[in-house]
């Protein structure tokens, strides 16, 4: 039997509708940026296999530190234990970090880096005796993970609108979607900055934190902010004494031009959850990082003080190594060439395809580039279901959400692969949009 068949036998995938769902694309092997099936197709990764992979696939260097790690522990107990790579890696990361993060939580994906925020930021109000603060606030459009504390605060999103009445509940607030050449960025922000206010003024003392995706809202449709928005924000709730997480799950790890959100919006906020790029995308793995105080405010000599989460697979010795190793290529002078490159072609090409088709929002963070297509049709529709198997068609990986067409390509792809990949976009679009 084939492998479709036998996939289509004993597998549900993830966020699929398997009654219409396209087969799904037997991958053979990856190489740099494309991953080749069996019949020696290649596909542009223009989504970085979902926002995980930075330096192409099965890299090298990766392979050989994971490989080498194998044969000396793959796997201990994180309890009562600790390893080398464990260590290095929560130092690396908290070098590269501004200097106020002290601490580093392991867990194993974004929706886990995600809970382990919330609950240390819930708990760390009950520790201090502020039983009463109790509400979390988020954004419209913002995407957390999938677990059930990452959906309450994300939800009224398309994926966890099935379990509405089972989520906490969140106080949502807008959140000023900006793009290029948009005349009324600063009024927008001033708006969401004054709800905010009104909200805090009203409500701080009862609000454990703020949560926000920090200058780029993924999953519901790659909206972008802008990093003034974002010192504000901090000063603004800041003010108030409510802490503020950054899920910086897919903005991290140079996504938006600089190695983390938070340092380019100049910002420091209480938590920071990293995932996605953490190991290159080789491996499962994630941090939640926070500053001293927070830490602290756990210390006790009882366990009722103690942060009672952990994982089987917490600070798993292979992704610690994999993740050394992405690190220490991204930080190559060469690597930081190409996400400059990336965002340079991004901002050439979506100007160009403004000229020439009539595409909406254009809008650039880093190495991420978005716009809308100017129909209106939703996430999983029939339309974008048929525009992803055209791409797929012409060599080209890219998922649209809905009307939106977005590009995440990992670090490594070359300038003409990118802006091939755009000649192909406009002439796919232009249908569509004429
Ligand atoms: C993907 C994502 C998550 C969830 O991460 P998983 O590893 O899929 O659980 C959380 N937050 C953001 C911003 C994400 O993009």
């Known amino acids: 039997m084939n492998l479709v068949a036998r996939d289509q036998k004993s597998i549900w995938h993830p966020l699929t509708q398997h009654q219409t769902a396209a087969p799904p694309v037997p991958i053979a092997r990856g190489e740099g940026a494309y991953l080749i099936d069996y019949d020696e197709n290649r ?10 992979n930075l330096h192409g696939h099965a890299n090298p260097e990766i392979a050989q530190a994971i490989y ?5 522990l793959e796997q201990v107990i994180f309890a009562g234990f600790t390893h080398e790579p464990a260590v290095s890696l929560a130092e690396k990361l ?55 504390g990452a959906m309450s605060v994300g939800r009224e999103n398309v994926f966890s609108s099935q379990f509405d009445d089972l989520l906490f509940a969140v106080d949502k607030i807008s959140f000023p979607a900006t793009w290029m050449q948009d005349e ?12 905010m206010e009104t909200f805090l003024k009203k409500h ?8 926000i995706e920090p200058l780029l809202q993924g999953a519901c449709g790659m909206n972008m902010c802008t990093p003034r928005f974002l010192k504000n924000l901090e000063m603004l709730v800041r003010q108030h004494d409510v802490l503020m997480i950054y899920d910086e799950v897919l903005t991290g790890f140079g996504r938006t031009g600089e190695l983390f959100a938070c340092i380019k919006a100049q910002t420091t906020p209480d938590i920071v959850c990293l995932a996605k ?8 793995l994630a941090v939640t990082t926070c500053h001293e105080k927070i830490y602290e405010a756990f ?11 952990g ?19 991204l930080t190559r002078p060469e690597t930081l060439q190409q996400i400059a490159m990336i965002e340079r072609v991004h901002k050439e090409e979506l100007m160009q395809l403004q000229v020439e088709t009539n595409i909406e929002r254009a809008r650039v963070c880093g190495t991420v580039a978005a716009f809308d297509l100017a129909t209106h049709t939703s996430y999983g529709s029939n339309f974008s279901l048929a525009l992803r198997s055209q791409f797929l068609k012409r060599g080209l990986l890219l998922r649209p959400l809905g009307n939106v067409i977005y590009f995440l390509p990992p670090y490594c792809v070359t300038e003409a692969e990118l802006r091939h990949a755009y000649k192909i976009v406009m002439q796919e679009i232009q249908g569509v949009t004429a």
């Open 43 to 52: 596909y542009l990764d223009l989504i970085s296999s979902w926002w995980v």
């Open 68 to 72: 080498q790690q194998a044969l000396k």
């Open 94 to 148: 908290l070098s590269l970090l501004p200097s106020v993060y002290t601490k580093v939580f392991y867990s194993d994906n974004g929706s886990t880096a995600i809970e382990i925020a919330l609950k240390m930021a819930y708990q760390y109000w009950r520790n201090k005796g502020e039983e009463q603060r109790r509400r979390f606030v988020s954004f419209q459009n913002s995407y957390h993970g999938d677990t059930f």
């Open 184 to 195: 009324i960025t600063v009024e927008k922000e001033q708006m969401v900055l004054n709800e």
């Open 204 to 211: 701080a003392h009862e609000t454990a934190a703020v949560i």
């Open 277 to 284: 790029g953490l190991t290159g995308g080789f491996l499962p």
């Open 299 to 309: 210390l006790g000599d009882n366990f009722n003080y103690t942060l009672a989460h």
């Open 311 to 329: 994982h089987t697979f917490s600070a798993n010795p292979l992704g610690c190594v994999a993740a050394l190793k992405s690190l220490e290529i």
